[in-house]
């Protein structure tokens, strides 16, 4: 930093080389009052020695060589930046040079208060161009509308300034320069703070500015008026500004004094569809009275400059908005026949901050970005906050404590609800606290993820200090509060462009993939002991193997519903009779003359034998059934050499033939394992098939039995991968998260405890029953390829909220009657291949938990 410090050129010289040299440390120059802006008389010149002669006849050729301006860049009615009069130059020539060189490592260049000639600005914008300058300060350097219309032609080529520096020039106030450098920065990629202040402007400029700030995809703050001298066209370009921003719907004045309102607040009633605010009769009334503010004050706002922010990377803050100076209104006119809202309402609800914005420009104050975030907890205080009628808020002392409302985030994958809200913050220590509202009940929350500091420690203004205070009083609070961490100015950054989130990865509900990989390891296994070669040929077994594979899933579900209403995980041979009966798989022979009087409707679910689009289907017999058990409990080829030797044991075993008898009978009547009660309904397809080749009848078999017969309401598929999915069905696992686990311990530790959910939602009747609830439950377990060898285990909780869905899904709100007539119907449920409307699943899902909520409150004598 050189300031107030007369150069003379072989100072320049000697700091043109060690620019030159790339110094690793140096990244700001500033050359402040230093007098290298003037040009060289030619006098003066002739007496230079022949090494800086010569240097400065070789800079102009080397600086305007590649640097020269094409003619698709001019500005409209403007004439392209040409090379200069090799006779006039300036000091500045070294350092314009070093500036333009591709590998300086210069970011900053600060020539304020330096007197910048014609020749000097022409070479300051060649050298623009092309530079890697991140920061470029020419205030007060006394630049005319020449030279603005220079460095809005160097502005034109250059892709790498993010802060441009203008004030306090001696502009005109011509609407041909203005324009011109407004154009500029309206095309620049990547300027994002423009300080124009302090500087003359026309009354034509309105419409240029309104432009930039509508084209502009970089710039976040803008620094206009505040001349000191006659503006006479400050008053309506501020007022132009302000009005065409509201027209917009976008805030124009200081959030912490007029914040914008959360839907569902106590000030939210004209709340429009998209979230913002339609303007009411006060507020069309209060625009009137701002027009005649603007018209009648305009000695209000001499002088005063205006500051236009907005920021990009933060949401809520999008939008352009005037943060200063502050709209001063002037003393209404007393009314006499209404009373003010705040007279009506003295102890009205304070307002909700979508977001925080200092009144100030936020890059000059070097803000940072902070996020809060709320996780709702499993236990304790905060654990209800996750339901969509609870609301959580963050008081930050930056903000004068003021509520700054928390989002729900929808998250792939999350396991908890989040809340989260995006604001700048000023350098220095804050503190924060949580606030929820839970039935027009406030309290204050402290977060387990956070760091906690005892409020007597923080270092707080009077004014921040009495309004903790009265917080903690009005909600009776006397516990930590949250630290964050402190803000170092040193590292701000102006946020060079917008961060994307990645797209959300594309996750189809119908297709869990750690279920079918389960799936899959359950084939591998089972492949084994099915006797293949006994239900195909020996040429087809490649190809039923892999027809197989694919189809897999549903014979395990299949398997899940008749092995979750028997000896789970086991199959019981008198329930594979119950399975192919109501299937329509059994042909049991003519009707028992006791069954006449019986009740003959159909089994809710089943679809009737005359309705049927397979009327011609084959039937099998009991001793059909009896005769494909009997070969599937016989050992597989793979087992076979094993069993050898465990026949020969058992037959030294066996004393007697009679013992031996026993024993035989006794192992036909033992239950079947997956494998085995799998190969039975092989064999049932392949029965059913007739002359069909075997693929084809294992394809037909799930399409018309399986799918068709068996799974539909209560058994219909469900989209397991759901839960995976940011949506509605997820933020309904989330908000009642509290209930979930509450029923998860009581009721999720076997299958009595489940059923004994049924039983308290009051869900079995003549057309639910409880071996139907029994089946939800197997469906929802996770497949365990050595399942049948394990202990019985209890539900994991994925697998505890997927029944529970499922169940939801079949849940009748209101009980129907029991009348002959009323025909047993479920609700709709979704359709496998088609999508998932999470809209009727999460309310389906609400409503459930709500009400096992209320079934799971303890009851008072």
């Not at 150069?7 to 110094?23: K, N, T, V, W, Y």
């Not at 161009?129 to 809005?152: E, H, P, V, Y």
């Not at 989260?420 to 929350?445: C, R």
């Not at 070969?631 to 069993?643: G, H, I, W, Y």
């Amino acid at each position: 930093r050189i300031i107030d410090t007369g150069l003379d050129i072989r100072s320049l010289q000697c700091l043109a080389e060690h620019l030159r040299r790339q110094p690793p440390d140096l990244h700001t120059l500033q050359l402040s009052s230093c007098g290298i802006g003037a040009d060289i008389e030619e006098e003066e010149f002739e007496l230079l020695p022949e090494s800086t002669r010569t240097l400065y006849e070789e800079c102009p050729r080397q600086l305007y060589r590649d640097l020269a301006v094409e003619d698709q860049y001019a500005l409209p009615d403007d004439i392209p930046l040409a090379e200069p009069d090799p006779v006039v130059k300036s000091w500045l020539l070294p350092i314009c040079l070093e500036v333009a060189w591709p590998g300086c490592r210069l970011k900053k260049l600060d020539l304020s208060r330096t007197t910048l000639s014609h020749a000097a600005m022409h070479a300051l914008a060649f050298a623009v161009q092309g530079s890697k300058l991140k920061s470029l300060q020419l205030n007060w350097c006394c630049l005319d509308d020449t030279c603005i219309r220079m460095l809005a032609q160097g502005m034109l080529r250059n892709n790498s300034l993010l802060d441009l520096g203008l004030r306090g020039n001696e502009l005109s106030g011509e609407p041909g320069c203005c324009s011109a450098i407004l154009q500029a920065i309206g095309r620049h990629a990547r300027l994002s703070h423009l300080d124009l202040a302090e500087n003359l402007l026309p009354k034509e400029a309105l419409q240029e500015i309104l432009q930039l700030m509508r084209w502009s995809a970089s710039l976040v703050a803008v620094h206009l008026l505040g001349y000191e001298g006659i503006d006479p066209h400050a008053p309506c370009i501020l007022h132009g500004c302000r009005k065409a921003l509201h027209q917009k719907d976008v805030l124009d004045e200081n959030p912490s004094k007029n914040p914008p309102v959360r839907k569902g607040s106590s000030q939210s009633s004209n709340l429009r569809s998209d979230g913002q605010s339609s303007p009411t009769t006060e507020q069309q009334g209060r625009e009137e009275q701002d027009e005649n503010d603007d018209e009648e004050g305009e000695q209000q706002y001499r002088g005063k400059e205006m500051v236009l922010c907005r920021a990009l990377h933060i949401e809520g803050l999008e939008g352009w908005r005037v943060v200063s100076p502050e709209k001063v209104h002037l003393a209404p006119k007393p009314k006499t026949t209404t009373q003010s809202s705040s007279a009506q309402h003295p102890h009205a609800a304070d307002p909700v901050l979508c977001s925080y914005m200092p009144s100030a420009c936020w890059v000059c104050e070097r803000c940072s970005m902070v996020e809060f975030k709320w996780t709702v907890p499993d236990t304790g205080p905060g654990s209800s906050t996750g339901l969509s009628s609870a609301r959580v808020f963050v008081r930050p002392s930056f903000a004068g404590f003021a509520k700054l409302e928390l989002v729900r985030r929808r998250i792939h994958g999350a396991r908890r609800a989040v809340f989260t809200v995006q604001a700048l913050a000023p350098p220095g220590g804050h503190a924060f606290i949580f606030e929820a509202e839970e039935g027009g009940k406030a309290s204050l929350l402290t977060s387990r993820e956070e760091p906690e500091i005892d409020p007597c420690d923080v270092d707080l203004s009077p004014r921040n200090r009495a309004g903790l205070d009265e917080i903690f009083k009005k909600v009776n609070y006397s516990g930590p509060v949250h630290r964050l961490d402190d803000i170092v100015p040193e590292s701000f950054k102006i946020p060079d462009c917008v961060s994307k989130d990645p797209p959300p990865p594309e996750v189809d509900p119908w297709q869990d993939v750690a279920w079918l990989k389960a799936v899959s390891a359950c084939f591998d296994l089972d492949i084994q002991d099915i006797h293949l070669h006994e239900i195909c040929h020996a040429e087809d077994e490649l190809s039923v193997r892999e027809t197989l594979r694919k189809l897999y899933h549903r014979y395990y579900e299949a398997y899940a519903i008749c092995a979750g209403t028997s000896q789970w995980p086991l199959v019981r041979q008198v329930d594979i009779y119950s399975f192919m009966d109501d299937a329509k798989l059994l042909d049991r022979g003519p009707q028992d003359p006791s069954a006449i009087f019986a009740d003959t409707d159909p089994l809710p679910g089943l679809v009737n034998l005359s309705e049927a689009s397979d009327i011609d289907r084959v039937r099998l017999s009991v001793p059909d059934v009896q005769h494909m058990i009997a070969r599937a409990v016989q050992p597989s080829r793979s087992r076979e050499l094993s069993m050898s030797t465990t026949r020969v044991a058992m037959k030294s075993t066996y004393k007697s033939s009679s013992t031996s008898r026993i024993r035989n009978i006794h192992k036909e009547a033992l239950p079947l394992t997956r494998s085995q009660f799998i190969e039975v309904l092989l064999r049932a397809a392949v029965a059913i098939g007739g002359q069909k080749p075997t693929t084809e009848a294992i394809s037909e078999f799930v399409t018309s039995v399986i799918v068709g017969t068996v799974m539909l309401p209560p058994l219909s598929p469900f989209p397991r991968s759901l839960h995976m999915l940011a949506g509605e069905y997820q933020d309904a696992l989330l908000a009642r998260r509290k209930t979930l686990r509450e029923a998860w311990e009581r009721f999720g530790r076997d299958s009595v405890a489940f059923k004994a959910m049924a039983q308290v939602m009051k869900m079995c009747d003549r057309t639910f029953h409880a071996k139907q609830v029994l089946s939800i439950l197997a469906l929802a377990r996770r497949p365990e390829p050595a399942h049948e060898e394990m202990p019985h285990q209890g539900l994991g909780y994925d697998e505890f909220c997927e029944a529970v869905a499922r169940l939801a899904m079949v849940w009748r709100r209101s009980s129907q009657a029991q009348g002959e007539s009323e025909a047993a119907t479920f609700p709709s449920q979704p359709k496998e291949g088609e999508p998932v409307k999470q809209k009727v699943v999460a309310n389906r899902l609400e409503g459930f938990l709500a009400r096992l909520a209320d079934r799971l409150k303890p009851i008072r004598a």
